[in-house]
């Protein structure tokens, strides 16, 4: 279906009452089952999910259909709502939905999850379902599809500042392919929503080039009418606020905040199923509940085309190249290859305002239209790429290492939950940053990303496995970090002089590299300090002493093969790094070892604060992290120990 004629017929009209008061009740029986949930919320938005869902180009039996329409729910608290709809409409089974809510084990969870039919985006975190949206919107318009996104959002959740980011988004790239409904029903948990945060919805969404609906959310000839005009309206993004009322259908639950996260008791519901005129049925759902058949759904994953990967530039070892301008260089090379021409794979490249920094001009020249420039909106960032990743599209965001993954941590963790196709590239890690000082010196995301359990991070050594790193990242499906530096690094070289990633080096996720090999220890590096290992290394053979330096540069997944070698876990083993000591590669060994059971005389050196301001060679010393500083410290170890 679509939104095609002017209006609801009579037969319409009057299937949708009979719809709205069953879904109140379903929404009543499910959270009175489960004892807990959101039902107030629920039947005051419930009206406008059943006329999205009834007329959007959706199809129940076939819910990953490519033409679909995408709609967002970014008030995920209210899924008794959407269960209802969505089973009422044939999705699945809305008995499943009454009886397995919110039990340990049910797909049916509290908030709604992209597993459900029906669902494109795991949401909970109030404010980020319109950037999700945004992302489904501009991925349409990459792959050049006639389908429409809605979001249907909360009325609290405007006072977000991630929704202004994402307004914006949407009105600079002219996304009029994106409607949102706002469920105004002036109720949040603590009391009246205007009185809570004033918030100017409507003088807001009008400012930022949107144009405003006002209607009643409960009169679905209203509803229907605006998404039409919405639909139907090329020049700008739509805002339909619908004015709602919280509990509605329900005399004693009608404009009582109280009923936002509290469900009804038994008797409660009983008396409330009999206003409605619904069947008293709770027994049974009880029952069922007890059972615990639950219903297995699997959605896909639309995976990104690989059609071509483009070859690398193997730099000498007598150049000295940031890694950050090697991976911009490569991503222009992706966008020659595939963007060329109509059969190459999809790419998108999300910035803010960083771009000379982290080398996307070249890229931004080339192909304009792959390129979005967001400005300072970190937080719509991250969830607009995560989303538009989803949907077979390779997507780039590239930031400052503090901003793209320290002040953006929980829109990761929402892309994770999604499990989501992004690219990540930080720049400006370690104290490599050097003048910049505390604020910029990015020390702590090791420590942050490892509590994402899908993101994996990639911390090359040089421009020359730093290009290989791209091409893999690009090439495999899930959400890769790669972390880049800003200074000019030596191109690694092996014993013989050559370089060490040379052109025939191919990048595996979790390999160790031997850099250099000896007998008297190891010392483990990553970055800016695997260079700087290979000074100390130099720095110990005066001394006659030799020892093994690794790169890691896939600190979450170890190379257990070289790591557990008894070649390295006899003799003592000294980590290098210029992050956090407490958070960083250190803190993985250790676990890494004293999980395996394997004893380790380990050593760590690392910083202990953040670091001040200052050339990055001046700060490596002030904090004894330099390479003479640290062969000394383990000349006096390896000594002692003699």
């Known amino acids: 279906m679509s939104f095609v004629n002017p209006q609801l017929t009579a037969e319409e009209l009057q299937e949708f009452k009979v719809l709205g008061r069953l879904v109140r009740g379903d929404i009543l029986k499910m959270t009175t089952v489960a004892r807990s949930g959101h039902p107030g919320g629920s039947m005051s938005s419930c009206d406008l999910y059943l006329v999205v869902w009834k007329f959007a180009q959706v199809r129940p039996d076939e819910p990953d259909w490519d033409g679909r329409d995408r709609i967002v729910v970014s008030h995920g608290h209210t899924s008794p709502g959407v269960y209802a709809v969505l089973g009422r409409l044939g999705f699945f089974d809305v008995d499943d939905a009454i009886a397995y809510f919110r039990k340990a084990g049910s797909p049916f969870e509290g908030h709604v999850e992209r597993e459900i039919p029906g669902v494109e985006w795991t949401t909970g975190n109030l404010g980020q379902g319109l950037s999700a949206g945004v992302g489904f919107a501009l991925a349409s318009k990459i792959l050049k599809r006639d389908n429409h996104v809605f979001v249907i959002m909360s009325d609290a959740e405007q006072a977000k500042g991630q929704v202004a980011e994402s307004r914006r988004i949407a009105k600079k790239y002219e996304l009029n392919n994106i409607t949102i409904l706002i469920d105004y029903n002036n109720k949040q948990i603590s009391g009246n929503v205007q009185e809570v945060m004033p918030v100017n919805i409507k003088q807001n969404y009008e400012s930022d080039g949107w144009k405003v609906i006002e209607i009643n959310g409960h009169d679905y000839s209203q509803i229907y009418r605006a998404i039409r005009e919405a639909v139907e309206n090329v020049d700008s993004p739509v805002c339909i606020l619908a004015h709602t ?72 070892v007598d150049e000295e190249v940031a890694t950050r301008v090697a991976v911009g260089n490569q991503l222009t090379r992706w966008g020659r290859a595939n963007l060329s021409s109509d059969k190459g794979s999809p790419i998108a490249v999300f910035d803010c305002d960083l771009a000379e920094s982290l080398r996307f001009l070249e890229f931004k020249k080339e192909f304009a239209s792959n390129f979005f420039e967001n400005g300072v909106q970190e937080h719509s960032t991250a969830t607009v790429a995560g989303a538009l990743s989803i949907n077979g599209i390779i997507s780039v965001f590239g930031d400052f290492g503090v901003f793209g993954v320290d002040e953006t941590y929980n829109q ?26 505390k604020t910029h010196h990015c020390i702590d995301y090791i420590g942050v990303l490892r509590n994402l359990f899908s993101y994996k991070l990639i911390i090359p050594a040089d421009a020359n496995q730093a290009q290989k790193a791209f091409n893999y990242i690009m090439s495999n499906y899930g959400n890769y970090v790669l972390a880049v530096g800003r200074s000019n690094w030596p191109i690694l070289a092996d014993i013989e002089g050559k370089p060490f990633f040379e052109e025939h080096y191919e990048f595996e996720y979790g390999s160790s590299d031997v850099l250099r090999r000896g007998d008297a220890g190891s010392i483990i590096a990553y970055g800016a300090t ?54 960083g590669l250190g803190a993985i060994l250790a676990d890494f070892y004293l999980s395996s059971k394997i004893p380790v005389e380990l050593y760590k050196f690392g910083l202990s604060g953040y670091a001040k301001s200052g050339a990055s060679e001046e700060l490596y010393g002030m904090y004894n992290l330099a390479p003479e500083s640290v062969g000394r410290d383990i000349f006096d170890i390896l000594s002692g120990r003699e």
């Open 245 to 316: 009322i919280m509990g509605k259908g329900v005399s004693f639950m009608e404009n009582v905040e109280a009923y936002h996260g509290k469900p009804l008791s038994k008797e409660e519901c009983r008396r409330a199923l009999m206003e409605l005129g619904i069947e008293d049925d709770l027994d049974f759902y009880i029952e069922k509940r007890n059972k615990a058949a639950f219903p297995v759904f699997k959605r896909n994953l639309v995976h990104h085309p690989i059609v071509s990967i483009p070859k690398t530039v193997v730099h000498s």
């Open 412 to 437: 990761h963790r929402l892309n994770d939950i999604n499990y989501t196709n992004l690219k990540l590239l930080i720049s400006h890690i370690g104290i490599d940053v050097g003048e910049d000082g």
């Open 530 to 583: 695997c260079y700087k290992a290979i000074e100390v290394y130099n720095y110990l053979t005066e001394y006659g002493i030799y020892v093994n330096v690794i790169n890691v540069s896939s600190p979450f997944y170890l190379d257990s093969g070289v790591l557990r070698s008894k070649y390295i876990v006899s003799k003592p083993i000294f980590v290098y790094e210029d992050h956090n000591i407490n958070t």
